[in-house]
């Protein structure tokens, strides 16, 4: 029981750490070099690819992370039912609420940043059900508009960064109470 309990806050606290790294890339190396691109209908196709590819891995490292390090809690001796066990998988969760909360009521966190692409515009267009709000998704000819790609993708960044701050102090925290567990 005690080296699955040990296994189980290793994978915890790793997955947590490649989760602190992925959104800590994201926001310091990724979207600044897609800022960088000279025109907005590469930049805008990369990040609607970039940020679909983002959203699935951290739905796995987050319930990968969060299952593991409560499964360890919840098996662990009574003696050795650590605190930091449940604020690192707090941290993971709090983390991921924005996107968990606008995924459950049927929209994306990042809709205006991700851009549709024009034949959903066309569609929209045809079904009569078309609005000014929608007017940032792409005009008649399919061109993006650069300064709602480059906002979109600004507030993407500034969201990225918030997490890996939330995130790495719930890895920091797992490993001082690894550490402190000699596990």
């Known amino acids: 029981m005690s080296r699955t309990v040990a296994i189980s806050k290793f994978v915890g606290t790793i997955s947590l750490g490649l989760l602190t790294g992925l959104s800590y890339t994201l926001s310091t190396t990724t979207i600044p070099s897609l800022l960088a691109l000279p025109s907005a209908t590469p930049a805008h196709s990369t990040f609607r690819h970039?940020?679909?590819?983002?959203?699935r891995h951290q739905v796995f490292l987050s319930t990968l992370s969060a299952s593991a390090l409560i499964m360890s809690y919840l098996l662990s001796p009574?003696?050795?039912?650590?605190p930091y066990l449940l604020w690192a998988t707090l941290a993971t969760a709090v983390g991921w609420s924005p996107e968990a909360r606008s995924k459950?009521?049927?929209?994306?966190?990042?809709?205006?940043?991700?851009i549709n692409t024009h034949q959903r515009a066309k569609d929209m267009r045809k079904e009569g059900s078309w609005t000014e709000d929608e007017e940032w998704i792409a005009d008649?000819?399919?061109?993006?508009n650069g300064e709602v790609v480059r906002e979109g993708m600004e507030g993407?960044?500034?969201?990225?960064?918030?997490?890996?701050?939330?995130?790495?102090?719930g890895w920091a925290m797992a490993v001082?109470?690894?550490?402190?567990?000699?596990a």
């Open 50 to 55: 970039l940020s679909a590819l983002t959203s």
């Open 78 to 82: 009574s003696r050795s039912r650590h």
């Open 104 to 114: 459950i009521r049927g929209r994306k966190a990042e809709q205006k940043a991700s």
């Open 140 to 144: 008649e000819e399919g061109n993006v």
């Open 156 to 169: 993407w960044k500034v969201r990225q960064g918030i997490k890996a701050g939330i995130w790495g102090v």
């Open 176 to 182: 001082v109470g690894l550490w402190g567990d000699g």
